[in-house]
């Protein structure tokens, strides 16, 4: 029985470690005996609060050579977390022996700053990807994944992403029906399909006070019409080079991801929940020609129109 261990501290998100545990519970319905022994470790045991107010009780760090595999929670409390010299101190002793390490959303922070990122290929939520290379420029950061294995280091994108990240451990350990099956208990997808940006790139311009939020719906109405930067930069009453810069700085995106982005979430849709052709999705929706679709559907989500549509009605 391997001992999974998740290191939470006050104003850790509650789902970082409610998912993974959730996951990791499953395979006790498959395989016998138990394959893992689940326990919540914190620096001072007792009572730890989330940020949303809920409590999780939690051992004491204990012995780090006692860890097959430590998990380290994101959350509000990360940046406190990670300037803990004790925290980590343990982080550090358990990766000398653990047969993995791994964070779940900014829980990378507190890998980084034990040292034990620098020099390879790591992951976190998309909301902190333009900060955390700034702070850790050894880590080599890959913003779109979901999750990513370095050695014996796993980190993951955020919150729900803890879900995927304990799936692939749990493939990893047990293979992968094992780990289809637990998908299946929890109603998820055993491979999520396409990287974080599919959920991190139009958000930015959707929040309400944002400055081009008036302009996104206003390009929702016009999905299938042309929609170069000129016609964009009229509709905002601003020259197409000022509306470029101006919209890249604000969103970080290109006037023209944004547009694929929400062709894409238009498309999606229709792909999953109406009967109309591939071809018809893709006129409506403005790619025109459904090859230009299809390689921008593998792109973004990972698999072409058609076998996305076969899973949604699968489902």
Same mark, same amino acid.
């Given at each position: 029985?391997?001992?999974?261990?998740?290191?939470?501290?006050?104003?850790?998100?509650?789902?970082?470690?409610?998912?993974?545990?959730?996951?990791?519970?499953?395979?006790a319905r498959e395989v016998t005996p138990p394959p893992y022994r689940l326990k919540i470790i914190a620096r001072e045991p007792g009572l730890v609060v989330s940020s949303s107010g809920a409590v999780m009780v939690a051992e004491g760090l204990g012995d780090p050579g006692e860890i097959d595999t430590l998990i380290v929670s994101?959350?509000?409390?990360?940046?406190?977390?990670?300037?803990?010299?004790?925290?980590?101190?343990?982080?550090?002793?358990?990766?000398?022996?653990?047969? +993995?390490?791994?964070?779940?959303? #900014?829980?990378?922070?507190? *890998?980084?700053?034990?040292?034990?990122? $620098? !020099? /390879?290929? @790591?992951?976190?939520?998309?909301?902190?990807?333009?900060?955390?290379?700034?702070?850790?420029?050894?880590?080599?950061?890959?913003?779109?994944?979901?999750?990513?294995?370095?050695?014996?280091?796993?980190?993951?994108?955020?919150?729900?992403?803890?879900?995927?990240?304990?799936?692939?451990?749990?493939?990893?350990?047990?293979?992968?029906?094992?780990?289809?099956?637990?998908?299946?208990?929890?109603?998820?997808?055993? +491979?999520?399909?396409?990287?974080? #940006?599919?959920?991190?790139? *139009?958000?930015?311009?959707?929040?309400? $006070? !944002? /400055?081009? @939020?008036?302009?996104?719906?206003?390009?929702?109405?016009?999905?299938?019409?042309?929609?170069?930067?000129?016609?964009?930069?009229?509709?905002?009453?601003?020259?197409?080079?000022?509306?470029?810069?101006?919209?890249?700085?604000?969103?970080?995106?290109?006037?023209?991801?944004?547009?694929?982005?929400?062709?894409?979430?238009?498309?999606?849709?229709?792909?999953?929940?109406?009967?109309?052709?591939?071809?018809?999705v893709a006129l409506l929706t403005g790619f025109q020609d459904p090859e230009r679709m299809r390689r921008a559907f593998i792109r973004a989500f990972g698999q072409p129109p058609q076998a996305l549509r076969r899973t949604a009605k699968a489902a």
């Amino acid at each position: 029985m391997k001992t999974i261990a998740v290191l939470i501290y006050p104003d850790f998100q509650l789902l970082d470690v409610a998912g993974p545990i959730g996951a990791f519970e499953m395979p006790a319905r498959e395989v016998t005996p138990p394959p893992y022994r689940l326990k919540i470790i914190a620096r001072e045991p007792g009572l730890v609060v989330s940020s949303s107010g809920a409590v999780m009780v939690a051992e004491g760090l204990g012995d780090p050579g006692e860890i097959d595999t430590l998990i380290v929670s994101g959350g509000q409390g990360t940046k406190g977390a990670a300037l803990c010299r004790e925290t980590r101190t343990f982080v550090r002793e358990v990766a000398r022996t653990a047969r +993995r390490v791994c964070s779940v959303c #900014s829980g990378a922070y507190v *890998l980084a700053a034990a040292g034990l990122l $620098d !020099g /390879r290929r @790591a992951t976190t939520h998309w909301g902190r990807t333009r900060h955390f290379p700034k702070i850790f420029p050894k880590v080599k950061l890959e913003p779109d994944r979901i999750w990513i294995r370095d050695g014996k280091f796993w980190t993951s994108a955020g919150i729900t992403a803890g879900i995927d990240l304990a799936l692939a451990l749990i493939a990893d350990d047990l293979g992968e029906a094992v780990a289809r099956a637990t998908a299946q208990e929890l109603v998820v997808y055993h +491979r999520r399909p396409g990287g974080q #940006s599919q959920f991190s790139a *139009l958000l930015d311009i959707e929040r309400p $006070d !944002g /400055r081009f @939020a008036s302009l996104l719906d206003w390009v929702r109405e016009r999905l299938a019409e042309p929609l170069g930067v000129e016609r964009l930069a009229d509709q905002t009453g601003m020259s197409p080079r000022n509306f470029a810069r101006a919209f890249r700085a604000e969103t970080g995106i290109t006037p023209a991801k944004a547009i694929e982005q929400l062709r894409l979430e238009a498309a999606r849709n229709r792909v999953e929940s109406t009967a109309e052709s591939i071809d018809q999705v893709a006129l409506l929706t403005g790619f025109q020609d459904p090859e230009r679709m299809r390689r921008a559907f593998i792109r973004a989500f990972g698999q072409p129109p058609q076998a996305l549509r076969r899973t949604a009605k699968a489902a």
